[in-house]
């Protein structure tokens, strides 16, 4: 049977060239071809849902190992977090240029994002800060509370008071002014400074630790959890004040801890410290994958890897880790 379109109306033919009357065509038939063609039509003109065009997952745009390609490997840190539809930057590595490319070449483009996060103030994650603002300068960067990077606030305990002194001898003339603000290098930042656990996004929470750990004592961590059905995957940076004080954090929002992927910062850390860190999130805090990559250093990329088994994802520079 044909169709053939008659100004607004139509007619059926048989397969003999038979023209059919209306009487000739029995209901079924007549609608069979118009619900056919509103299908295709529907089918065509409904856009594809957002998350149906991609799964959840973390894409490393910026380490120093992984398996071979045309990225260029580099000390540092930077991945990308696509999950829900939203899409968020984590860190920027360690050479801007270097970051641009490895980002054109995993087609990430950064002037669509949601937000971005910077985990510390070290120059292995901010360097392609400039990168970013320059694609993308009015996107939310939540980085830690620092007096003196990321236009903090100077705290006002710098600015104590004494009277007894002549005017020419204390801050700002003995009048100093509101809300002073300490310098960055990326004058254009739209800057979020974290202080505590907040959800900057529906499912998604930045949290911030302190180390206390020799080198680093004092500053500050940011870290990103993102809920999934299965429990938090944790994105790291570096883990100075240690990785799982930074999960313990994260336990606080939901106790089920489903990966931590990035730097566990066990560069020099001797044997029986990186068996015993492996052994916490094994057993202790019963992640159910890792990811480690970055600062966790070759030993511990082996402990992890006997602990977790076929739940360790190979998380270096390219790598795609898949989240629930």
């Given amino acids: 049977m044909e169709v053939k379109q008659k100004g607004l109306g139509f007619s059926l033919t048989k397969a003999g060239g038979d023209i059919l009357g209306v009487d000739d065509v029995q209901p ?63 860190d920027t590595g360690n050479d801007a240029a270097i970051f641009a490319r490895n980002a054109k070449q995993l087609g990430v483009n950064l002037s669509r994002l949601d937000a971005a996060v910077i985990s510390h103030r070290h120059g292995d994650h901010t360097t392609g800060l400039e990168v970013l603002i320059a694609a993308n300068p009015k996107v939310p960067i939540y980085v830690p509370r620092e007096g003196a990077f990321f236009k903090g606030a100077v705290p006002t305990e710098f600015l104590a008071p004494d009277p007894s002194l002549p005017p020419h001898m204390r801050y700002f003339d003995g009048n100093p002014p509101e809300g002073l603000r300490g310098g960055t290098p990326w004058s254009r930042g739209n800057f979020q400074i974290s202080t505590q656990t907040t959800e900057i996004l529906p499912g998604f929470f930045v949290l911030t630790t302190r180390s206390d750990k020799p080198g680093t004592r004092e500053m500050n961590e940011v870290s990103l959890a993102v809920r999934t059905p299965q429990g938090l995957a944790v994105i790291v940076g570096c883990s100075h004040p240690g990785v799982e004080k930074i999960l313990e954090t994260a336990a606080q929002i939901d106790t089920r801890l489903y990966t931590a992927i990035g730097g566990f910062h066990l560069v020099q850390a001797p044997h029986n410290e990186i068996e015993r860190v492996a052994g916490l999130l094994h057993d202790t805090l019963k992640l159910q994958r890792v990811a480690p990559g970055h600062c966790t250093s070759e030993a511990g990329f082996s402990a992890f890897m006997r602990r977790f088994g076929d739940r360790f994802d190979k998380a270096g520079l390219g790598a795609r880790v898949p989240l629930p």
């Fill in 28 to 90: 079924e038939e007549l609608m069979k071809p118009l619900v056919a063609a509103i299908v295709v039509a529907l089918a065509l003109l409904a856009p594809a849902h957002p998350d149906a065009q991609q799964a959840g997952r973390v894409t490393i745009l910026y380490d120093a190992f992984g398996r071979p390609s045309a990225l260029e490997k580099d000390w540092g840190f930077a991945a990308l977090v696509e999950y829900g539809g939203r899409r968020i930057l984590f």
